[in-house]
Nanobody, 121 residues
Framework: QVQLVESGGGLVQAGGSLRLSCAAS????????MGWFRQAPGREREFVAA??????YYKDSVKGRFIISRDNAKNTVYLQMNSLKPEDTAVYYCAADGSARTIRAGTPGYWGKGTLVTVSS
């Protein structure tokens, strides 16, 4: 089974940047679609970004600010978050599956435990 471990969360001022990392214990990492979701207190979990072998996908509100990337040699996916806003505050979860369809539908086969991002005003 695939284990996903997020890191890089923390406290940052509005306008600042953070880079989240997700390390996967999977030999076939390069064949997986990787994604990021987030959940703020009292709100539903929402899709943030995903990356396949050749494409990237973003939630409209983070386009132009967040960049998802992957390093298959390190079995790691990243989420570079720039120009952070207080509304970006949430627990961010890494996700993985074999198809973009399940990632975009919010039903990936594997989830990480999350890392907290807090953006102060």
């Amino acid at each position: 089974q695939v284990q996903l471990v997020e890191s890089g969360g923390g406290l940052v001022q509005a306008g600042g940047s953070l880079r989240l990392s997700c390390a996967a214990s999977e030999r076939t990492f390069g064949n997986y679609v990787m994604g990021w979701f987030r959940q703020a207190p009292g709100r539903e979990r929402e899709f943030v970004a995903a990356i396949s072998v050749s494409s990237t996908y973003y939630k409209d509100s983070v386009k132009g600010r967040f960049i998802i990337s992957r390093d298959n040699a390190k079995n790691t996916v990243y989420l570079q978050m720039n120009s952070l806003k207080p509304e970006d505050t949430a627990v961010y979860y890494c996700a993985a599956d074999g198809s973009a369809r399940t990632i975009r539908a919010g039903t990936p086969g594997y989830w990480g435990k999350g890392t907290l991002v807090t953006v102060s005003s």
